[in-house]
């Protein structure tokens, strides 16, 4: 996009959007409850799925994810991974490394150092024993298990997968923090920057909500949020996902990379950040 464009308006834009009904609600939603991952700037990257008319299109931009055990007791498969077909080299294999020891919310963060790890720790499995994985007791690396990209039929490309993950006991009630990155066999492709999954067990909306915002501000740090697609930019192929979100204001599982603020919401204030970032274009180094 010219940068000369940027002198408009980016309200009367939003409002000129909504108004002529450019989304429909008529949509494919089988991904909206994963993660999204896919390329973006020669490395994996994690989003969410968001419906846009008829289509579904990954924002590669978010890094904080919400779950909730209780599929059955202490256990979530959900959300699960997804591309698009064609997003990896089919026949390739995407894995991932659990990169540190589990942390327990105290109600106000997530402690650093041992007092912040709680004695439960969480397996992550998918099929054969050999693909069981259990977080450390320390902060260390440990290496993951490896799932196929499709390489038949219509979905060549497509990573679609589904790990349960079982909190051990003694499986207190309470929020739990598990850090994570993904890795692929595909020549090439770099390892996804760090992303953070924040598991509820029997916790409130509220305080599942406020713990993710909290990674979110003093974790994760985003440099640019407003760059929903993540190609260093916040122009046209940003502001229409916003729009989007904008007009249907709640936030869904698993993330909200339009809520900029951490209220869960999509809302004037979100537009307000978004705006600044918009008129900017460019993201900061």
Not at 77 to 89: E, H, I, M, N, R
Request: aromatic share 10%; glycine share 10%; charged share 15%.
């Amino acid at each position: 996009m010219n940068p000369s464009r940027r002198n408009r308006n980016a309200a009367t834009c939003l409002v000129a959007m909504i108004g002529v009904g450019m989304f429909n609600g008529a949509a494919r939603a089988q991904h909206l409850i994963d993660l999204a991952i896919g390329q973006s700037q020669g490395r994996i990257a994690t989003g969410v799925f968001q419906v846009q008319g008829e289509n579904v299109a990954p924002l590669l931009s978010q890094r904080v994810f919400i779950a909730e055990f209780g599929t059955f007791p202490n256990f979530t498969s959900t959300p699960g991974f997804d591309s698009l077909v064609g997003a990896f080299q089919g026949g390739s294999q995407i894995g991932f490394d659990i990169r540190r020891a589990l942390r327990k919310w105290d109600g106000v963060s997530f402690p650093e150092g041992t007092g912040g790890i709680p004695p439960e720790r969480l397996q992550i499995k998918l099929g054969p024993a050999a693909n069981t994985r259990v977080t450390p007791t320390t902060d260390e690396l440990v290496t993951g298990f490896s799932l196929a990209v499709s390489n038949s039929g219509n979905s060549v490309g497509e990573f679609h997968h589904h790990p349960g993950f079982t909190l051990l006991e003694p499986a207190a009630d309470g929020l739990y923090l598990l850090e994570l990155q993904l890795w692929s066999t595909q020549a090439g492709l770099g390892t996804s920057a760090p992303y953070w999954m924040v598991f509820s067990q029997n916790a409130s909306e509220e305080d599942l909500h406020a713990a993710a915002s909290w990674v979110r501000a003093n974790i994760w740090h985003p440099v640019c949020p407003a760059d929903l697609n993540n190609d260093g930019m916040v122009d046209d192929a940003d502001f229409v996902p916003f729009v989007v979100a904008y007009n249907y204001l709640l936030c869904d599982p698993p993330g909200c990379p339009t809520d900029f603020n951490g209220d869960w919401m999509t809302d004037d204030a979100d537009f307000s950040i978004f705006a600044v970032a918009y008129d900017a274009l460019l993201c900061p180094e």
